[in-house]
């Protein structure tokens, strides 16, 4: 359990300094092994752990859920842009994960903080008809349940998501699906959570998102899945006036509060948000 005291842990995304979504973050002079990695990120127990250590002018970064390596993870880049600053002090942190290159800035005092993280390209296409079928019938929805307004989607902002639009909130608040058959379906298609979500109006939206294909049932807050939501929301034209709020986690009894700036012009990097809390090492 020694390697679980030298992880910090990160709260990221809160709500008026409640909530948010853990994450473990480890900074070191050079990344562990892989199998440490996962062995780190499975004590830990939470949804995502991230490891970074020095690379040229920035800092090489890898992410681990307990069941695996997962490519991208908002909410674990800003509980790392976090800590960075309060090792570091504030400032604008360059990024390299496995596929991509970006940047997290982020501002720390008194064991709280705030970042801003710079996603990945985001890409959206339909939904395969069978694919959102199944979905469906994972979560006991029906067609006549989804809102037409925002089709199935798989939206990706560094990592792939299922896009279910709901037409209500009661809908989504009765979210449930069985985790072996969500991590099949998940680790069947590629996607790294299904996001569930609703839209109370066109710039605030309340979601929930099932990882099984990580080993965790839901996640309180999912920066990457909002990144790629915020994306697939510009290519489809919505009115969301250059940003939105997605509030997460209610229905868990860990509200998170996720601001997300959307640039007009296609392919721009979709700016995701949030506050932080120190929860120890």
Request: charged share 15%.
């Amino acid at each position: 359990m020694q390697t679980i005291i030298k992880v910090h842990q990160v709260a990221a995304f809160t709500a008026d300094d409640q909530g948010g979504n853990p994450a473990g973050v480890m900074i070191r002079a050079a990344l562990p092994d892989e199998r440490a990695m996962q062995e780190i990120a499975r004590e830990m127990g939470y949804s995502e752990t991230v490891f970074a250590a020095p690379a040229g002018d920035g800092w090489r970064v890898r992410y681990f859920s307990p069941d695996g390596e997962v490519p991208f993870c908002g909410h674990a880049t800003i509980a790392l842009g976090t800590v960075l600053a309060q090792q570091h002090g504030d400032g604008v942190f360059p990024l390299t994960t496995n596929h991509s290159q970006i940047v997290v800035e982020a501002q720390a005092r008194d064991g709280k903080g705030h970042a801003t993280l710079q996603a990945p390209m985001t890409s959206s296409l339909p939904a395969p008809p069978a694919l959102v079928q199944a979905a469906l019938q994972l979560f006991g929805y029906r067609l006549a349940d989804l809102d037409d307004r925002i089709p199935p989607a798989i939206a990706n902002g560094g990592a792939s998501h299922l896009v279910l639009a709901l037409a209500s909130r009661e809908q989504l608040r009765a979210m449930r699906y069985q985790l072996a058959a969500g991590r099949s379906l998940m680790q069947q298609h590629g996607l790294t959570t299904i996001s569930l979500i609703y839209a109370e109006t066109p710039q605030r939206f309340h979601a929930r998102n099932a990882f099984a294909s990580g080993g965790v049932y839901e996640d309180p807050a999912t920066g990457a899945a909002a990144a790629a939501l915020a994306g697939y929301l510009r290519d489809l034209d919505w009115p969301h006036g250059g940003s939105i709020a997605i509030e997460q986690g209610v229905d868990m009894g860990a509200p998170c509060h996720l601001q997300v700036s959307i640039p007009a012009e296609p392919g721009g990097a979709i700016r995701v948000s949030g506050r932080v809390r120190m929860m120890g090492e």
